[in-house]
């Protein structure tokens, strides 16, 4: 007998298929995959899954007959019209008592049907329902994060289905129906709505039941796109009709509920915060017109038939956009709304200089003509004079001399730079100054978001690195401090501002033109400019002088070891931290008569080192600012998944991975470009014992990979010959 029919419509299509490289990770199916492993983690043999193609979709046969032997699985195949038209499609199917419906980008966690079904009782509840956790992350992402904290309590009205099914936007999800009541009380998707179609298909069942039962473990994890530009939901798709759709879809509902003081309340609500979010949105929407006369119309008659009840605990500023909306009065509505924004900025300007200093840009320095032989240089954010802008900002002096003026920004304005070069602060007025004039701009990292690239500036990106972590539209998942939502969008943006960007050789680009979507014609395979001191004729004076600069030993063996961060280990936004696995003490007891050890963080945990006790064995120079110079004085590498083993295999050095969370590294947080078990040119170890007995055999080990050390070096160094710096400029500058 079959329990329950779980209906899933699948509709993923990627806005740029047939456009990216061969590495490009197939994401949409990914979802599919992970939400049918859901349905098998049920543990369940008395459900069925129909899963509703849509004839414009990519292709998921692989995905469906991976599952076909775990599931009871059947699929039907649709002319693309919709999610409504999906699900009823699913209805007419279903065998179940009960229907279920599931989102294909969404999963469940295990065991939430079965708790769904054990709140059934006597009374054979037309509806049950359970609750719903929202999430940036794939399931085994989601799961880890699961075991790591403690669920919030249950909500006061989680019993009241009322009140708690419309506060979560009146959703269908994680709702089990008795497919007999559905079908004695007529109630079926509006097929004419793409949008909201659960609106009124909610607030139907709403009305109806009689019996409804719950389970607040019974949980649905909703999935929130973090790719809006690829693979968009239908939330995040821009359609001009979406405020049409809505109002026919809060009419509908309203139709539905009449009679049910607390649903049409409700629904009165969700109608109110449509209309705020437009008004009262984001402070670059004033002076423009929020909605078109049409959609206006359709608002205002909506906001009649509202009760004005519903938004009586708002504060009184939006209540009065309302009123506007409701009086037809669009140009007041937007007036108020825009003083609701300028006082919270109002607010945000008293507190942070840098937001006046933007204002003074869009209204004075972008009017300001650009300055044709004014050159801006960056690298990490002005923490340092290093990586690539440095070596071009080098070239450029030598070879060009006074022809131009430089800029640099650097937040320790002491650091003194060859050249005697303009040193500004990041984000200070004068940044925001030489910004907008320069011409040229030579930097490694992106730009926040706000900064504006006019026509006539030249964006050279160095980037700052070749990549095995994979980067932005390559991830599935987005563990940053900084916001999911837009992490995506907001790189897609920063990239179109690109002119130009450096490749070390052809793995990376590859790489850049998948997770950047960057056109292939405008990356620069050339070698990175920071290895051109690697091949110096004078490497091994200057590699002295350095040892000597930071009072290290002359006769000792040099380890550097250069761990990357990790993208969840964060305190806040912009506060990361980092434990340091490798026992120091450890290594110095057995390799102190012979070895010290340079270490080097991720400039973003770099102020987190403690080495209380290690004096004259461990030094800490993360914050020197030239890292291919402690390349050159160093004798060995550790490292595990950052970038620097690429650039340090130019020295035909050895390199050893310490990669004590490999798995978790792997397959939770990032996922790699290459098989690192297969292909790094060194070994893979996973405690401080086994480093330490790979240094104190490290002939052997040279030897062991010397053939794979050799592959390695022709397929990521080839093009470092300590002249890309040179490419680099006469590309760009023509010189």
Request: glycine residues 6%; aromatic residues 12%; proline residues 3%.
């Amino acid at each position: 007998m079959i329990k329950v029919s779980i209906i899933i419509p699948y509709y993923m299509k990627n806005r740029f298929q047939g456009r990216m490289s061969k590495g490009h990770s197939p994401i949409g199916r990914s979802y599919l995959s992970d939400c049918l492993m859901s349905v098998c983690d049920q543990n369940r043999g008395d459900l069925e899954v129909i899963l509703i193609e849509d004839g414009a979709s990519e292709d998921i046969s692989e995905v469906i007959e991976e599952f076909r032997a775990r599931l009871n699985i059947r699929t039907l195949r649709i002319a693309h019209a919709g999610t409504a038209a999906a699900r009823n499609a699913g209805l007419d199917a279903a065998q179940g008592e009960y229907v279920y419906f599931l989102d294909a980008d969404d999963y469940l966690k295990e065991g939430t049907i079965g708790r769904l079904l054990d709140a059934e009782n006597a009374a054979m509840p037309d509806l049950i329902y359970g609750s719903k956790e929202r999430t940036w992350f794939k399931r085994l992402s989601y799961l880890e994060e699961c075991r790591m904290r403690e669920r919030t309590p249950e909500p006061d009205d989680f019993t009241e289905p009322s009140a708690y099914l419309v506060r979560r936007s009146a959703s269908v999800l994680n709702i089990l129906i008795r497919r007999e009541f559905l079908q004695k009380n007529g109630i079926r998707f509006d097929e004419s709505l793409v949008l909201y179609s659960d609106m009124p298909f909610t607030a139907a069942l709403l009305a109806n039941a009689k019996h409804t039962a719950c389970d607040y473990d019974a949980v649905y994890v909703k999935r929130i796109h973090n790719d809006e530009v690829q693979y968009p939901s239908l939330d995040q798709a821009v359609r001009k009709d979406r405020t049409e759709q809505y109002v026919r879809a809060y009419r509908s509902a309203k139709e539905a509920a009449a009679g049910d003081e607390v649903l049409c309340r409700a629904l009165d609500s969700g109608l109110g915060s449509y209309v705020l979010k437009a008004y009262t949105g984001r402070l670059h929407d004033r002076g423009k017109v929020v909605f078109g006369a049409d959609e206006f119309a359709l608002l205002r008659e909506a906001m009649g038939a509202a009760d004005m009840a519903a938004f009586r605990e708002l504060p009184r500023m939006r209540r009065n956009v309302l009123k506007a909306v409701r009086e037809g009065n669009n140009r007041k509505a937007q007036r108020i709304g825009n003083i609701v924004v300028s006082l919270k900025k109002r607010r945000e300007l008293v507190k942070d200089s840098k937001l006046f200093f933007r204002i003074i840009d869009r209204y004075l320095f972008q009017k300001l003509p650009i300055k044709e032989n004014l050159v801006f240089f960056e690298s990490f954010f002005g923490n340092s004079y290093s990586d690539s802008p440095k070596y071009i900002y080098r070239y450029l002096q030598e070879h060009s001399g006074a022809e131009y003026q430089y800029v640099w920004v650097m937040k320790n304005k002491k650091n003194r730079i060859p050249g005697n070069p303009v040193v500004v602060k990041p984000f200070s007025l004068s940044y925001f100054y030489y910004l907008a004039r320069a011409k040229y701009w030579v930097i490694n990292i992106r730009l926040p978001k706000w900064i504006e690239k006019k026509k006539g500036h030249v964006f050279l990106q160095t980037w700052h690195g070749t990549p095995l972590k994979k980067l932005v539209f390559d991830m599935e998942d987005v563990h940053l401090a900084s916001s999911k939502s837009s992490y995506k969008m907001i790189f897609y943006q920063e990239t179109r501002n690109w002119d130009y960007l450096i490749s070390a050789n052809p793995f990376s680009t590859d790489a850049f033109e998948s997770a950047f979507l960057y056109d292939r014609e405008k990356i620069l395979e050339i070698g990175y400019p920071r290895n051109d001191c690697l091949k110096a004729p004078d490497r091994d004076e200057h590699a002295l002088a350095i040892k000597q600069k930071l009072g290290l030993p002359l006769d000792k063996k040099l380890i550097l070891y250069a761990p990357t961060w990790r993208d969840d280990e964060y305190f806040e936004a912009g506060r990361y931290k980092f434990d340091l696995k490798l026992n120091l003490a450890q290594m110095r007891e057995r390799l102190g008569g012979e070895y010290a050890v340079l270490l080097r963080t991720h400039y973003l945990i770099a102020q987190n080192l403690r080495l209380d006790g290690l004096e004259g064995f461990a030094y800490n120079v993360s914050e020197y600012d030239d890292i291919s110079e402690l390349y050159l004085v160093s004798d060995l590498c550790i490292t595990d998944y950052s970038s620097v083993f690429f650039d340090y295999a130019n020295l035909r050095r050895p390199i050893l991975f310490y990669v004590y969370d490999l798995e978790k590294y792997r397959d939770v947080l990032r996922g790699f470009y290459i098989d690192i078990e297969k292909e790094v040119p060194g070994p893979l170890l996973y405690t401080t014992d086994e480093v330490i007995e790979a240094i104190e055999k490290l002939e052997d080990v040279n030897e062991s990979y010397k053939e794979r050390y050799d592959r390695f070096y022709e397929r990521f160094c080839s093009l470092d010959d300590g002249h890309a710096a040179e490419r680099a400029v006469k590309a760009v500058f023509g010189k």
